[in-house]
């Protein structure tokens, strides 16, 4: 991979990938040449999907958009900082919503940046349509059995009704 190269690592749980998180990609592959969707992987922390699921559903997500020859995606466990140097990242992505969403973007991109003070941290926001898409409201709503069609990528919504039917 060649230094030149503008690369941003996109961290999250994507526990799942929703539409917003997909029209994030999709702006941030405007502006990276790269763009690294990162999966924090936690054994402690209960997903709905294991790592390896979401990795799939991703790639699926993203392969057949027009800039999908930009976007890798990984698993990693560990500091973020650390994955970000591996990769030769020179930025971290994060999507912001709302005002509320801030706070704890604030206190994480600080202390990345304390930890590493030559990484950035860029926000973006996704289209307004997103602004209440959340991966644990999609999760509530379809453990209830509401529709979240209108929420989340079809590929992972049709894996979102498979898992409900299988618990
Ligand atoms: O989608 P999420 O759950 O809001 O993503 C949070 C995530 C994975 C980006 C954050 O928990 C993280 O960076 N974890 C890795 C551990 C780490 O580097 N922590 C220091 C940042 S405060």
Redesign the pocket.
């Known amino acids: 991979m060649s230094d030149d190269l503008k690369i941003a690592l996109y ?5 799942p990938f929703t539409n917003g998180h997909l029209d994030l990609v999709q702006r941030a592959s405007k502006i990276f040449d790269r763009v690294i969707i ?1 999966i ?1 992987v ?1 054994s402690k922390k209960e997903t709905l999907f294991t790592g390896e699921e979401r990795e799939q559903q991703i790639l699926n997500a993203v392969k057949d958009q027009p800039w999908s020859s930009q976007i890798v995606v990984e698993q ?8 970000a140097a591996k990769k030769k990242a020179s930025v ?1 992505l ?1 999507g912001v919503r709302q005002i509320s969403d801030f706070e ?1 973007e604030f ?2 991109a600080l ?2 940046r304390r ?1 590493s003070p030559e990484l950035d941290t860029v926000f973006m926001m996704p289209d307004e349509n997103h602004a209440i898409t959340s ?1 644990s409201i999609v999760k509530e709503v379809a453990k209830w059995g509401g529709d979240v069609s209108s929420f989340v990528p079809p590929n992972i919504h049709t894996k979102i009704l498979e898992k409900y039917k299988s618990k």
């Open positions: 961290p999250g749980s994507f526990d990162t924090a936690n990693f466990t560990g500091l973020l900082i650390d994955f971290l994060r704890y206190q994480m202390t990345n930890l991966s």
